[in-house]
């Protein structure tokens, strides 16, 4: 039985029935759909049963809104007990749009609700300033949060990805589609506007100062490999000349890094100067699609600004699909600038979920789409929060037949190349170690898609064929809007606070309060030694894992330099360039045509790959998965059973449960952010060690400047290498331990505070929320049972604690 039923049976004052539900291992699922018979069976007296099957039927009934008039209504009629029974094949989202009960349909809950909280918090703003009162306020204040899923969307030119994107959200018009060389080069998220009925978009620009730099650092490079004799003209300082040519044409060449900062190139953006954001507002997505080609994608022959733009959020207005989505359009590589380089490692992070899009015809065996794979697997696995991958293969529609062949035989066909390629996908998928160390084979998913028939069909109007599969990924987008894990943080924080209003209001302090605060403590002080113990146990490993990779590294550093350097190449060569450009960009080097290089990861990867198996099983990104083997989960005051001791003080009780599961979800968030840090510290340990390195090569120049660059790195490396792997190592610990500390000193600061507030204190001057708790426990229970009922359909097997615990 989970915790959902047992509370539930507690507030129905049925509380002698928890044991019997216990043995019979009633959950909500099964709670749901109990029959006549077997309520009964479960209940042979007649008052109890009487009592459980009314509340039972208030529970399957959907609570009514206040605005009656609106089709998509919450009818009053709806029950999850039917629900359970019938369409079990289909998944969750599609039953309860199917029954009218939307993400519409918990925006109404959701605004009724905020709107009975806005009430309250303006009541209690009336009130003398009590702790009490400061208290409650405070917690109303931090209930709203607006959080998005991120889906990061990555392939290379010509895949389709802006055109997967249009058909998808049904704006064929909204992002330009790649053209010749035209490629994506900004970033761009693409969200919704709820309240909005027009198109818009937010430009932000790097800074003035991070610009000016970028220009003496691109007129310093360019007059250092001016000195060279024999120059070799490869394409690693392509992507300086190309930004620089985008901006100003050819005029940059004989120009200085202050007269390129001359205000008449940025008259058409004086936001720029301004240092503020770019507004768009169109009626179309064509339209503004055309505007926005200037400021996202490498157009030849073009003056462009995409240079200057760290980053465009796109709203389409009322699109229910990206409600809590937004969807990322992410160049394949980072950035030398520094702005757009840690925007860009900071969203793909932040990814729950990961799309890699490449044509179909060579979906197992593109190199790029893989590479792109593979360079980022570090920052959205152990270093982010991605929980899966989606593989979709493009242009389905091409299966390259040249006979003449009917509708039957051309769909057979395309069903044995999709099967075919999506093992071959899979395949390769098991085959990448360097993925492998971050996600589990289960975590890939392919889709098989063709985005323009798709578009072409919906505007005809005609049913989709099976084997295009945008329809699915629009159901995984529905799935993460459905019932959205915010809406439900908000209802049950709103729930709890209601509830101490009102036993505050009504209550009185007693010798009891006192006896359930001693209660409460003795099991706070017992829990946090159970958290103590597997943080403590996870350092432990980690410094086990980190002493082994210090070792390897110390062994292994000079072979990984000579990794760095091709063979064959002289000085004059165009690896001088390269070089070069690793040394001015801090050990990291990105170019458009070539891999990146990272000296920083590459002298960091013997530590990496050490802690990368334990990091994965201590910090896991899955749905069901919790940090330190589910401790946090596991923290309970078991107020359920303080609330059938203390009769009382039911209402102070229901808030702390609340409080727990809030500070809960908290910690997981301080712990998924953290751990982000905690692993990328090792790559920017090595870089903090290898900065003067840096600095001093970068001052070399003209002929023997190549061998002074590698001569000033291997020194370096073979001067430092006892004691940087070490600092590496302990900056790690450290994080680590500054972590444990955190969720330590959170957790009972947090809950103190608020089991000393909630039942030590009383005002009867608070107002009056009796009919406003109704309300909101209703709207929290539906809530609550509609997140259980996806987990139930998930493909993962939901947590026992679901029913109460706020998810990710």
Same mark, same amino acid.
């Not at 309240?195 to 003035?208: G, M, P, R, S, V």
């Not at 207005?317 to 600038?337: E, R």
């Not at 809030?662 to 751990?675: G, P, Q, S, V, W």
């Given at each position: 039985?989970?915790?959902?039923?047992?509370?539930?049976? =507690?507030?129905? #004052?049925? $509380?002698? %029935? !928890?044991?019997?539900?216990?043995? &019979? +291992?009633?959950? /909500?699922? @099964?709670?749901l759909c109990l029959d006549d018979q077997e309520i009964a069976k479960l209940i042979p007296k007649t008052g109890p049963r009487s009592k459980f099957k009314d509340k039972l039927k208030s529970l399957r009934v959907l609570p009514s809104t206040s605005d009656t008039t609106d089709n998509e209504n919450l009818s009053g009629k709806r029950k999850m007990a039917a629900q359970c029974e019938s369409s079990k094949?289909?998944?969750?989202?599609?039953?309860?749009?199917?029954?009218?009960?939307?993400?519409?349909?918990?925006?109404?809950?959701?605004?009724?609700?905020?709107?009975?909280?806005?009430?309250?918090?303006?009541?209690?703003?009336?009130?003398?300033?009590?702790?009490?009162?400061?208290?409650?306020?405070?917690?109303?204040?931090?209930?709203?949060?607006?959080?998005?899923?991120?889906?990061?969307?990555?392939?290379? =030119?010509?895949? #389709?990805? $802006?055109? %997967? !994107?249009?058909?998808?959200?049904? &704006? +064929?018009?909204? /992002?330009? @589609?790649?053209?010749?060389?035209?490629?994506?080069?900004?970033?761009?998220?693409?969200?919704?506007?709820?309240?909005?009925?027009?198109?818009?978009?937010?430009?932000?620009?790097?800074?003035?100062?991070?610009?000016?730099?970028?220009?003496?650092?691109?007129?310093?490079?360019?007059?250092?490999?001016?000195?060279?004799?024999?120059?070799?003209?490869?394409?690693?300082?392509?992507?300086?000349?190309?930004?620089?040519?985008?901006?100003?044409?050819?005029?940059?060449?004989?120009?200085?890094?202050?007269?390129?900062?001359?205000?008449?190139?940025?008259?058409?953006?004086?936001?720029?100067?301004?240092?503020?954001?770019?507004?768009?507002?169109?009626?179309?997505?064509?339209?503004?699609?055309?505007?926005?080609?200037?400021?996202?994608?490498?157009?030849?022959?073009?003056?462009?600004?995409?240079?200057?733009?760290?980053?465009?959020?796109?709203?389409?207005?009322?699109?229910?699909? /990206?409600?809590?989505?937004?969807?990322?359009?992410?160049?394949g590589n980072g950035d030398c600038n520094k702005a757009r380089d840690g925007m860009w490692k900071e969203l793909i992070a932040r990814c729950s979920t990961v799309w890699i899009v490449t044509e179909m015809n060579r979906a197992a065996s593109e190199i790029e789409a893989w590479e792109i794979l593979e360079s980022v697997c570090g920052l959205m696995g152990n270093g982010g929060q991605c929980q899966q991958?989606?593989?979709?293969?493009?242009?389905?529609?091409?299966?390259?037949?040249?006979?003449?062949?009917?509708?039957?035989?051309?769909?057979?066909?395309?069903?044995?190349?999709?099967?075919?390629?999506?093992?071959?996908?899979?395949?390769?998928?098991?085959?990448?170690?360097?993925?492998?160390?971050?996600?589990?084979?289960?975590?890939?998913?392919?889709?098989?898609?063709?985005?323009?028939?798709?578009?072409?069909?919906?505007?005809?109007?005609?049913?989709?064929?099976?084997?295009?599969?945008?329809?699915?990924?629009?159901?995984?987008?529905?799935?993460?809007?459905?019932?959205?894990?915010?809406?439900?943080?908000?209802?049950?924080?709103?729930?709890?606070?209601?509830?101490?209003?009102?036993?505050?209001?009504?209550?009185?302090?007693?010798?009891?309060?006192?006896?359930?605060?001693?209660?409460?403590?003795?099991?706070?002080?017992?829990?946090?030694?159970?958290?103590?113990?597997?943080?403590?146990?996870?350092?432990?490993?980690?410094?086990?894992?980190?002493?082994?990779?210090?070792?390897?590294?110390?062994?292994?550093?000079?072979?990984?330099?000579?990794?760095?350097?091709?063979?064959?190449?002289?000085?004059?060569?165009?690896?001088?360039?390269?070089?070069?450009?690793?040394?001015?960009?801090?050990?990291?080097?990105?170019?458009?045509?070539?891999?990146?290089?990272?000296?920083?990861?590459?002298?960091?990867?013997?530590?990496?790959?050490?802690?990368?198996?334990?990091?994965?099983?201590?910090?896991?990104?899955?749905?069901?998965?919790?940090?330190?083997?589910?401790?946090?989960?596991?923290?309970?005051?078991?107020?359920?059973?303080?609330?059938?001791?203390?009769?009382?003080?039911?209402?102070?009780?229901?808030?702390?449960?609340?409080?727990?599961?809030?500070?809960?979800?908290?910690?997981?968030?301080?712990?998924?952010?953290?751990?982000?840090?905690?692993?990328?510290?090792?790559?920017?340990?090595?870089?903090?060690?290898?900065?003067?390195?840096?600095?001093?090569?970068?001052?070399?120049?003209?002929?023997?400047?190549?061998?002074?660059?590698?001569?000033?790195?291997?020194?370096?490396?073979?001067?430092?290498?006892?004691?940087?792997?070490?600092?590496?190592?302990?900056?790690?610990?450290?994080?680590?331990?500054?972590?444990?500390?955190?969720?330590?000193?959170?957790?009972?600061?947090?809950?103190?505070?608020?089991?000393?507030?909630?039942?030590?204190?009383?005002?009867?001057?608070?107002?009056?929320?009796?009919?406003?708790?109704?309300?909101?426990?209703?709207?929290?229970?539906?809530?609550?049972?509609?997140?259980?009922?996806?987990?139930?359909?998930?493909?993962?097997?939901?947590?026992?604690?679901?029913?109460?615990?706020?998810?990710?």
């Amino acid at each position: 039985m989970d915790d959902f039923v047992c509370t539930t049976l =507690t507030e129905w #004052g049925l $509380s002698e %029935l !928890i044991e019997k539900f216990k043995d &019979e +291992e009633i959950d /909500l699922e @099964s709670l749901l759909c109990l029959d006549d018979q077997e309520i009964a069976k479960l209940i042979p007296k007649t008052g109890p049963r009487s009592k459980f099957k009314d509340k039972l039927k208030s529970l399957r009934v959907l609570p009514s809104t206040s605005d009656t008039t609106d089709n998509e209504n919450l009818s009053g009629k709806r029950k999850m007990a039917a629900q359970c029974e019938s369409s079990k094949s289909e998944s969750p989202a599609k039953r309860r749009r199917d029954a009218g009960l939307g993400s519409y349909s918990e925006h109404k809950i959701l605004s009724d609700v905020r709107k009975i909280m806005t009430d309250v918090h303006n009541g209690i703003c009336q009130k003398d300033n009590t702790r009490l009162n400061a208290f409650l306020r405070d917690k109303i204040e931090v209930l709203e949060k607006d959080k998005r899923e991120l889906i990061g969307v990555f392939g290379k =030119t010509g895949a #389709g990805k $802006s055109t %997967l !994107i249009n058909a998808i959200i049904g &704006e +064929e018009n909204l /992002l330009p @589609s790649a053209s010749g060389s035209a490629c994506t080069s900004a970033m761009i998220k693409v969200e919704a506007d709820m309240k909005n009925q027009k198109y818009e978009a937010e430009i932000d620009f790097i800074t003035k100062e991070d610009w000016r730099e970028e220009l003496w650092t691109f007129d310093k490079f360019f007059k250092d490999i001016s000195d060279l004799k024999n120059r070799d003209d490869g394409d690693d300082d392509d992507v300086y000349r190309e930004k620089l040519s985008a901006l100003y044409g050819e005029g940059w060449k004989d120009k200085s890094p202050d007269e390129l900062m001359d205000k008449k190139y940025f008259k058409e953006i004086p936001e720029f100067l301004r240092s503020e954001k770019k507004m768009l507002t169109c009626k179309s997505a064509a339209e503004l699609s055309e505007i926005l080609i200037k400021y996202t994608r490498i157009e030849e022959d073009e003056r462009c600004y995409w240079p200057l733009v760290k980053c465009v959020t796109v709203k389409v207005p009322n699109k229910k699909l /990206l409600q809590h989505v937004t969807l990322i359009d992410l160049p394949g590589n980072g950035d030398c600038n520094k702005a757009r380089d840690g925007m860009w490692k900071e969203l793909i992070a932040r990814c729950s979920t990961v799309w890699i899009v490449t044509e179909m015809n060579r979906a197992a065996s593109e190199i790029e789409a893989w590479e792109i794979l593979e360079s980022v697997c570090g920052l959205m696995g152990n270093g982010g929060q991605c929980q899966q991958i989606h593989f979709i293969c493009t242009k389905s529609d091409e299966i390259g037949v040249l006979k003449p062949c009917s509708t039957d035989e051309i769909r057979v066909i395309r069903k044995n190349k999709n099967e075919k390629a999506k093992k071959r996908v899979q395949r390769n998928f098991n085959k990448k170690r360097a993925i492998q160390k971050h996600f589990e084979q289960d975590r890939l998913t392919v889709f098989i898609v063709s985005s323009k028939q798709f578009l072409l069909r919906t505007q005809q109007e005609e049913q989709q064929d099976d084997d295009n599969e945008i329809p699915k990924l629009q159901e995984f987008l529905r799935e993460l809007n459905v019932c959205h894990s915010e809406n439900l943080a908000y209802v049950s924080g709103a729930y709890g606070i209601l509830s101490l209003i009102e036993g505050a209001r009504s209550g009185q302090v007693t010798g009891r309060n006192g006896e359930v605060c001693t209660d409460l403590e003795e099991s706070m002080k017992h829990q946090f030694d159970q958290i103590r113990k597997p943080i403590e146990d996870a350092y432990e490993a980690f410094e086990k894992c980190l002493s082994e990779g210090v070792k390897k590294s110390e062994d292994s550093c000079k072979n990984t330099l000579h990794t760095l350097y091709p063979r064959g190449k002289k000085a004059g060569s165009a690896f001088h360039k390269t070089l070069k450009c690793v040394v001015v960009n801090n050990g990291v080097h990105k170019t458009v045509k070539k891999k990146q290089i990272n000296l920083n990861a590459m002298l960091a990867s013997s530590l990496t790959d050490c802690i990368d198996e334990e990091f994965k099983k201590t910090f896991p990104n899955g749905k069901r998965c919790d940090p330190f083997n589910g401790v946090i989960s596991e923290f309970s005051l078991h107020t359920e059973k303080l609330i059938k001791k203390y009769e009382d003080l039911k209402l102070q009780l229901t808030f702390l449960k609340t409080e727990e599961n809030k500070i809960k979800t908290e910690l997981h968030n301080i712990i998924r952010d953290k751990k982000k840090t905690i692993y990328s510290s090792l790559t920017e340990s090595i870089k903090n060690s290898m900065q003067q390195c840096y600095d001093t090569a970068a001052q070399f120049k003209g002929e023997g400047s190549l061998n002074k660059m590698k001569q000033t790195i291997e020194n370096h490396v073979r001067d430092s290498k006892n004691t940087m792997f070490e600092t590496a190592k302990a900056v790690m610990l450290t994080q680590l331990n500054e972590l444990k500390d955190t969720i330590l000193k959170k957790l009972e600061e947090t809950m103190q505070k608020s089991i000393k507030l909630s039942l030590s204190s009383v005002d009867g001057t608070l107002p009056d929320v009796t009919e406003e708790l109704k309300m909101v426990n209703k709207y929290n229970t539906y809530l609550m049972a509609s997140i259980v009922e996806t987990s139930l359909m998930s493909t993962d097997p939901p947590s026992p604690t679901d029913a109460l615990q706020l998810p990710e």
